[in-house]
């Protein structure tokens, strides 16, 4: 059997647009790849070039992208319509393991965009509810223009624990203010609990400090790393991270495996 070539690329139509901030869309693109939740794609446009992009979701063979126009890349393919092909390759990366929370409370943090990671995984276990103790997530955002998902939050507040902070609200907020560590300091976080967390790096490394506070192990948090991702298959070391290829060991990762490089300035 010949395997796949892990660079071919594969012509995909977008069948709809939303946009989800001024420079923020989210895309619901058919395709016959198969992921799992946690998994990301490098999505290319051609004469531009590609951008690593978590999978945000699934439903039969649509996928979803949250995109933001932050560079050369996402600007173009932000530019896209509904009806254009893009050209991706993938699924990269391991995967949430949502049953090692079987039996637990599962505690998912996002911040910022970082909630497209998270995104696919919480509908997972909305699905799945009764196989845990509770289902929190929390969300960190910087105002309220910069929210994303806004028409699910009715559903998501229905179904699950789920909380959102803002930074820097204005009127229209009447929720919690403040950064996402203050919402986990007054959130019920049980000590065995398992937390899957995905958000910029200070997030990440002051989340952990009030996780531990409650009693939380190293062992059951899993942050997805957001680091620039090349070749996806570990071959170019542009991700490396110690002694791990992000693209190709993670993006996931248990912090006690990270926590020494995490914590390195120059890492």
């Known amino acids: 059997m010949i395997a796949q070539n892990p660079y071919l690329l594969k012509k995909c139509r977008i069948i709809q647009k939303i946009r989800e901030t001024e420079d923020t869309y989210t895309f619901f693109i058919e395709t016959d ?31 979803q992208h949250t995109i933001r126009a932050a560079g050369d890349v996402t600007s173009h393919i932000d530019s896209l319509k509904e009806g254009d092909f893009l050209y991706l390759r993938g699924p990269y990366g ?45 969300y960190g955002s910087k105002n309220y223009d910069s929210l994303l998902y806004r028409y699910d939050y009715d559903r998501w507040f229905s179904q699950i624990d789920f909380r959102i902070t803002l930074d820097n ?20 976080i049980e000590k065995d609990a398992v937390v899957f967390m995905c958000g910029p790096d200070p997030m990440v490394k002051f989340s952990v400090i009030e996780l531990q506070k409650k009693g939380v192990s ?26 791990f290829f992000v693209c190709k060991d993670g993006p996931i990762f248990s912090y006690s495996q990270i926590k020494e490089f995490f914590e390195r300035k120059e890492v």
């Open 169 to 188: 609200p204005d009127p229209r907020w009447k929720g919690h203010v403040g950064l996402i560590t203050e919402l986990i300091k007054k959130s019920d």
């Open 33 to 63: 790849i198969q992921p799992v939740a946690g998994q990301y794609n490098m999505i290319y446009y051609f004469g531009v070039g590609e951008s690593p992009i978590t999978i945000a979701g699934k439903e039969g063979s649509i996928i």
């Open 218 to 243: 190293l062992q059951n948090i899993y942050p997805s790393m957001e680091r620039h991702m090349k070749c996806s298959v570990g071959t170019c070391g542009h991700c490396m991270f110690g002694p």
């Open 94 to 138: 391991n995967r949430w393991e949502i049953e090692k929370a079987y039996g637990k409370q599962l505690v998912l943090i996002s911040g910022g965009l970082g909630f497209a990671a998270i995104k696919w995984v919480m509908e997972e276990a909305i699905k799945q509810k009764e196989n845990f103790k509770g289902v929190l997530s929390l």
